[in-house]
DNA sequence: CGTGAAATTGAGCCTTGTCAAGACGAGTGG
DNA sequence: CCACTCGTCTTGACAAGGCTCAATTTCACG
């Protein structure tokens, strides 16, 4: 982490009848006249990579979408320990909690530098009471990140280090070929071993050519290879 | 899984009215009236221990509430292998997934015996357009499950074999400091380790006396000494 | 009693964790 | 522009943990 690093910052007032990736985020199936509900601002605010956005435990104020970038959702044991349980993406949205009036559950950390809308709790609430359109979206999120936090346990926290990182890099280069790999704490974080086995999976899976690196930390990977991995028992 | 066994028994409709549990489940806040919009019987039924009470992929036209008795939601990788990612008991929904139209995501099995109340898709639905007091309820209902999701994987998914097991003893025996325990091939399944691993270790336990055995299968359990292994990395 | 499924136990091997040393790279200050 | 520094990544050697396979034992049920 970077010290005096200025590391959040506020990039403006979002127009949300405007939006660009409107029919992704939240409040896709909002009619116009829902729009006038909104009486707090929605600051769009860009976060540098490490940078956090909410910690576990704070109250939670607001929820935020994810417009570019990619965040992961950390959650902590009593011992120290930590796993990372979620990663969140373009048109994701972090923080849901708060529309349930409860403290963060996870901490939520920039991976990627992110762009993201923060919507203060409030004008959620407002919404939800007003109109119904925002419900199905609601509830869309909700069970959306409970298949996915189901998913990530059963292929990423199940079988041996190999078959969970293959299907990791499986995920993550969805359509394209290519993936932006994170740090290998953040690696070991997510798959559940030690950020060295990380390391030496990784390093294994590039002499097997599973993975060629293409830039810093920028990986082509071979699909076919790899779902051989996932599956196979090796 | 016993062969020609009837596993499954109709035991009568429900009166959602005069529930017993009323204020625990899903009807929890509906008026009066609300129940009008009920046309649709509510069954009652009771699960044997391995009976299934749903199956993965299946076309998802019901949601239940159980009553009494534990039941596992077990999520399966195309390579066969297979995790238990969430138990459900007195009180808890499941199926959740019927009311978005979803095919089941997970195959529910009954890990003690159970009595459920099996409510019809198109019911919720209903009441779902037509009162907003069953919002809050579902709301809540899709948290408490990601919630219990997110715990269940940096709480039983993390650390050693020894570790993860005692975390899941002191959520069993929460309030009690007595626990069933199930099939040691469960146990395996749910902290993601081999059933001769999870024998070992809970034989392990007794040795230590951080359990006794005091029934079939039911033990009586150490809160102190399982808290110490919990957080220790002994 | 027999029978079969589940639980237990042992032995050896493979996988992963641990600790420590070295390599690499980006950013800093001279 | 170079040397230095700090953090991350990599690699090695060893220990510990967990898996596999197989042999018993236990127990519920017919």
Redesign the pocket.
């Known amino acids: 982490?970077k010290k005096g690093r200025i590391d959040a910052a506020w990039k403006g007032l979002a127009q949300c009848q405007d939006c660009g990736i409107r029919d992704l985020v939240l409040f896709a199936d909002l009619a116009e006249p829902d729009f006038n509900l909104i009486h707090l601002p929605i600051d769009e605010i860009e976060f540098d990579i490490g940078a956090t956005i909410y910690s576990e435990g704070d109250e939670a104020g607001a929820l935020f979408t994810i417009r570019t970038g990619l965040a992961k959702l950390v959650q902590h044991l009593p011992d120290g320990s930590q796993r990372i349980v979620r990663l969140l993406r373009h048109g994701a949205t972090a923080g849901l909690e708060a529309t349930l009036g409860q403290p963060y559950q996870h901490t939520a950390v920039a991976l990627q530098p992110i762009l993201a809308c923060r919507i203060p709790r409030q004008v959620v609430e407002r919404l939800n009471e007003e109109t119904p359109r925002l419900h199905g979206q609601l509830i869309r999120r909700w069970a959306s990140a409970l298949r996915q936090a189901d998913d990530w346990l059963t292929e990423l926290s199940t079988g041996?280090?190999?078959q969970r990182l293959a299907r990791l890099l499986l995920q993550l280069s969805d359509g394209d070929n290519t993936v932006m790999l994170?740090?290998?704490?953040d690696l070991?974080s997510i798959l559940?071993?030690?950020?060295?086995?990380a390391?030496?999976?990784?390093?294994e899976f590039r002499r097997a050519g599973h993975l060629v690196e293409i830039g810093?930390?920028l990986f082509r990977c071979d699909r076919r290879q790899l779902e051989n991995v996932a599956s196979g028992?090796?």
Do not use: D
Not at 192 to 197: L, M, P, S, Y
Not at 199 to 203: E, F, H, I, K, M
């Open positions: 982490m041996k280090a190999p994170f740090s290998r704490e070991g559940g071993i030690t950020t060295e086995h390391s030496r999976t990784v390093a810093a930390n028992p090796a």
